[in-house]
């Protein structure tokens, strides 16, 4: 057994680290600073969000977004107080990284921000990060149900699941999926404008993933609360 302050340092780790590839990368697509294509750029969040899970599922579920730490609590496979903790930790590793990304670039840390594609307002933005993070948090609960493929075991699943999103949502929205990562680089960059569109549209999606569950299964399994608790 982890105690609450090992889970929650692997909740801040994890986000540190996914916060910093996804801002970095997207920083290096918009800037043509380095050789990232729009392939690899969503290949890269998909990777580390994998290699994030196969080092801390087993601590603390590897939840390293709020929404999806949300998406658990309304599901009732954790505690409010630990969804509390795990988002504080969350939110101080995304900060960490994107203090890390500014004092490298600056200002320019708002282009590895989400926003909107030119083409879009924040109102389909949002929507668009509804609609993805239904979709992500739907495919963390489903491969939770299973027991045997709890933590480490849905880690591809959840990673390719990022990239797909990327592939598709990524034009309209940016595809964060995850207010940490989104939020803490804005701020830096001072895109304050742009902050309800990734604070509500994850939410509102992972909510909404965690209502529909209750159709499938009423009282979450083993598996949901091992995922949602950790180790």
């Given amino acids: 057994m982890f105690s609450p302050y090992e889970k929650v340092g692997a909740e801040l ?7 910093l590839v996804a801002t970095v990368v997207d920083v290096l697509y918009f800037t043509g600073a ?20 196969y080092a801390f599922g087993g601590v603390s579920g590897a939840h390293i977004d709020p929404a999806v730490s949300l998406g658990f609590a ?10 509390l903790r795990y988002m504080a930790g969350q939110f101080a590793g995304a ?5 890390l990304v500014f004092a490298f670039w600056g200002h320019s840390v708002v282009l590895g921000a989400s926003h909107p594609g030119p083409s879009f307002t924040p109102a389909q933005a ?5 609609v993805v993070t239904f979709l992500l948090m739907t495919v963390i609960l489903a491969t939770a149900e299973d027991e045997a493929r709890v933590g480490r075991q849905a880690a591809i699943a959840v990673g ?20 940490a990562r989104s939020i803490a680089p804005q701020i830096f960059g001072g895109a304050y404008d ?15 993933a965690a209502l529909v569950m209750y159709c499938f299964a009423p009282i979450p399994v083993e598996g949901e609360r091992k995922a949602g608790k950790g180790g």
């Avoid at 900060?95 to 203090?99: H, K, P, V």
């Avoid at 949002?126 to 509804?130: D, I, L």
């Avoid at 999103?165 to 999926?177: D, K």
């Fill in 160 to 179: 390719f699941t990022v990239a797909a999103c990327g592939f598709f949502a990524g034009p309209i929205s940016g595809a964060s999926m995850n207010p």
């Fill in 95 to 99: 900060f960490i990284a994107a203090g």
């Fill in 126 to 130: 949002a929507v668009a990060e509804v």
């Fill in 74 to 83: 309304i599901r009732r496979a954790m505690p409010l107080r630990q969804m």
């Fill in 34 to 53: 380095g050789h990232v294509d729009f392939v690899s750029r969503w290949l890269a969040r998909g990777f580390i969000t994998t290699a994030m899970i």
């Fill in 194 to 208: 742009l902050i309800w569109v990734y604070a509500i549209g994850p939410c509102v999606g992972a909510a909404l």
């Fill in 13 to 19: 780790l994890g986000t540190f680290f996914q916060t």
